[in-house]
T-cell receptor, first 114, second 112 residues
Framework: ETGVTQTPRHLVMGMTNKKSLKCEQH?????MYWYKQSAKKPLELMFV???????ENNSVPSRFSPECPNSSHLFLHLHTLQPEDSALYLC?????????????FGPGTRLTVL | GESVGLHLPTLSVQEGDNSIINCAYS??????FIWYKQESGKGPQFIID?????DKRQGQRVTVLLNKTVKHLSLQIAATQPGDSAVYFC???????????FGTGTRLQVFP
């Protein structure tokens, strides 16, 4: 266990559905991240939040909407996704700029878009 | 553009041998590097890190070497075990940011 949990672990949704991914960290970190991992591609950074403020949006389509209500929780709201959005979505946290940049990852949510 | 790349997508080694996984990076402003291990069905797991003011760092059975002259990073695993089978990623952090740039990964296969 890394101290970062993600739910659900698996999600199948249609293109017209609305769903949300949840991430929670129990490490007292100040920064949280969403990554997308597709087959044979590097991990793609999607969003970064530092002290609940979004500091990075890596040109992510608007059908992905992040929410960070506090430093321990991070959500990714999904709406009108495409089949190519099927991937493993990983959440991570780190101390942020105050400490090391080591990121602790959750187990991921395997998303399939039909 | 900025990139982190790996020379070999798959590395096969015999149990007990040493493994070396290589990584090239291109951003001279990167000052922190991490190796992650990802097993099937799990998120990446931290193995070892190194800052740009060092050229070598050792952990338990693992050593990371950093050559800033040629922008090269390597991970050495001593006495490779079946449990070491996984995909290994290098990542670079550009100083002053929380952003990690990951490589494509190398799959390490350990045979008995």
């Amino acid at each position: 266990e890394t101290g970062v949990t993600q739910t659900p672990r698996h999600l199948v949704m249609g293109m017209t559905n609305k769903k949300s991914l949840k991430c929670e960290q129990h490490l007292g970190h100040n920064a949280m991240y969403w990554y997308k991992q597709s087959a044979k591609k590097p991990l793609e950074l999607m969003f970064v939040y530092n002290f609940k403020e979004q500091t990075e949006n890596n040109s992510v389509p608007s059908r992905f909407s992040p929410e960070c209500p506090n430093s321990s929780h991070l959500f990714l709201h999904l709406h009108t996704l495409q089949p190519e959005d099927s991937a493993l979505y990983l959440c991570a946290s780190s101390q942020g700029r105050r400490g090391t940049n080591e990121q602790f990852f959750g187990p991921g949510t395997r998303l399939t878009v039909l | 553009g900025e990139s982190v790349g790996l020379h070999l997508p798959t590395l096969s080694v015999q149990e007990g041998d040493n493994s070396i996984i290589n990584c090239a990076y291109s951003n001279s402003a990167s000052d922190y590097f991490i190796w992650y291990k990802q097993e099937s069905g799990k998120g990446p797991q931290f193995i070892i890190d190194i800052r740009s003011n060092m050229d070598k760092r050792q952990g338990q059975r693992v050593t990371v070497l950093l050559n800033k002259t040629v922008k090269h990073l390597s991970l050495q695993i001593a006495a490779t075990q079946p449990g070491d089978s996984a995909v290994y990623f290098c990542a670079e952090n550009i100083g002053g940011t929380d952003k990690l740039i990951f490589g494509t990964g190398t799959r390490l296969q350990v045979f008995p």
